[in-house]
């Protein structure tokens, strides 16, 4: 079935830096744009990045753009986005998302 898989959130000081994974397998990785989301304790889900199915069109909400990076390796089926700059304001749970289905989560708190 379809599975995705995040990882690499924790807890980081402002200013700081994470990388997300996304692993995903049951389908075919390579056909799928595949888009980040985020949800705050609180706040509705906000979307965050989106990467086209070759990585050609990239595209991020304004909040991120310019500290954040998307990515995706097809021959690993993985998805990254890179977070720089972290802001507490950055805290939340993010998921990666395709059109086949949303993993479950990975938990983000930026505090000193």
């Known amino acids: 079935q379809v599975q995705l898989v995040e990882s690499g959130g924790g807890l980081v000081q402002p200013g700081g830096s994470l990388r997300l994974s996304c692993a995903g397998s049951g389908f075919t990785f390579s056909s799928y744009a595949m888009n980040w989301f985020r949800q705050a304790p609180g706040k509705e889900r906000e979307w965050v990045a989106v990467i086209s199915s070759s990585g050609d069109y990239i595209n991020y909400a304004d909040s991120v753009k310019g500290r954040f990076t998307i990515s995706r390796d097809n021959a690993k089926n993985s998805a990254y986005l890179q977070l720089n700059s972290l802001k507490s304001e950055d805290t939340a749970v993010y998921y990666c998302?395709?059109?086949?289905?949303r993993g479950q989560g990975t938990q983000v708190t930026v505090s000193s």
């Open positions: 998302a395709a059109a086949a289905g």
